[in-house]
């Protein structure tokens, strides 16, 4: 009996150690094991969208494994390209006026993936030019169309009064290096002269509107588009106004803000210099806290006044740019459009564009 239960006893416990170890063992390669994890969400959007072209761009996905992702576009259930490592893609042969969908994957080489969709539509073919284009001065523009573009030619001159025009008035003004420029006086007021107003001969920049002899160029879309990101303006012409002149932000120089020229300003908020007469705020020659059109911006958005049409309101829905969607008098349906921020400037002014570029910009050569 007792070598019974020495057998019995020995038996159990063998049993419990080989159960304890294959328990052990188990639990090691268990904890040994890992689950792979898909690359994580992200966003897709479509920017640069023209006729025939268009740009697709994704957020970055991380992978919490540290595994490498790539990226396969597809577009109307066809890829277009796969294993890509950047964040965009640039598509071309596109139709016209078509709606497109499709969707960016993004894959850890380890089955694991996710996925974005997007969906866009290529603009019209344009034909006609945008009715917007009609409030400028044909005798100081030509405006045409180039393809998909369209080309604006101006002679840099306004087609309203100014005490800027030549007259019989000669007048001197010190440079920052202490030179004395003279603007002589000419043998006859032009006929577009008036007395200044706002300003003074004293205050007034040196040289005259006409003194310039020379041209502006912008090309920009027919059809502009927002851009993924915005772009800082330059010195310089940022735009053609509809009176003919260059609109120019709110600069007087690298990096000198306008409040010490403010003074050189005529009533229309414009003066001479470096190049050619142009506006900095608002052009009270022909708009005054109203829903006039301006001129157009360097990246082919429209500029209106500081009010919205047809409400006759101030916007509240403006961007950092002045920018929003929503119906002009050119075009009731609507689209995106610049004003004239209804935020006072040096307590009595308001500054034609202190923004960025929300569109792609052209150079106004």
Request: net charge negative; aromatic share 10%; with cysteine.
């Amino acid at each position: 009996m007792k070598n019974y239960l020495k057998i019995l006893t020995t038996f159990l416990l063998v049993a419990i150690a080989f159960f304890a170890c294959s328990s052990d063992d188990s639990g090691n390669e268990d904890n040994g094991q890992t689950t792979n994890q898909a690359p994580s969400g992200f966003t897709a959007s479509v920017t640069s969208i023209t006729e025939t072209t268009a740009s697709i761009n994704w957020t970055q996905a991380t992978d919490a494994d540290g595994d490498t992702v790539t990226y396969t576009v597809t577009l109307q259930g066809s890829e277009l390209a796969s294993s890509l490592s950047v964040l965009t893609l640039d598509v071309t042969a596109l139709t016209p006026s078509t709606n497109y969908s499709g969707t960016v994957v993004a894959s850890d080489g380890n089955g694991g993936s996710s996925s974005a969709s997007f969906s866009f539509s290529t603009a019209s073919t344009t034909t006609s030019l945008h009715l917007a284009f009609a409030e400028f001065d044909a005798d100081n523009t030509d405006i045409m169309l180039s393809g998909s573009n369209v080309v604006i030619e101006s002679n840099g001159l306004p087609n309203h009064t100014s005490p800027y025009w030549s007259n019989t008035t000669e007048r001197t003004a010190i440079d920052p290096m202490g030179n004395t420029l003279v603007t002589p006086a000419a043998a006859e007021n032009h006929p577009l002269f008036v007395e200044p107003t706002v300003t003074s001969y004293e205050m007034m920049a040196p040289g005259n509107i006409d003194d310039f002899n020379g041209s502006y160029t912008l090309t920009v879309s027919a059809n502009p588009q927002l851009a993924a990101t915005s772009t800082s303006t330059g010195l310089g012409p940022i735009g053609i106004a509809v009176s003919g002149s260059m609109i120019y932000n709110d600069e007087e120089g690298p990096n000198i803000p306008l409040d010490g020229a403010v003074g050189s300003l005529d009533y229309t908020a414009a003066h001479t210099g470096p190049q050619s007469y142009h506006y900095h705020l608002e052009t009270k020659a022909w708009s005054d806290d109203d829903q006039e059109l301006i001129g157009i911006i360097a990246d082919g958005f429209f500029l209106y006044g500081r009010r919205d049409y047809p409400s006759n309101e101030y916007p509240t829905d403006l961007d950092a740019s002045g920018g929003h969607f929503g119906p002009t008098p050119h075009n009731p349906d609507g689209e995106y459009h610049y004003h004239i921020q209804n935020d006072l400037y040096l307590n009595q002014f308001y500054i034609l564009f202190p923004g960025d570029y929300q569109g792609t910009p052209s150079n106004i050569q």
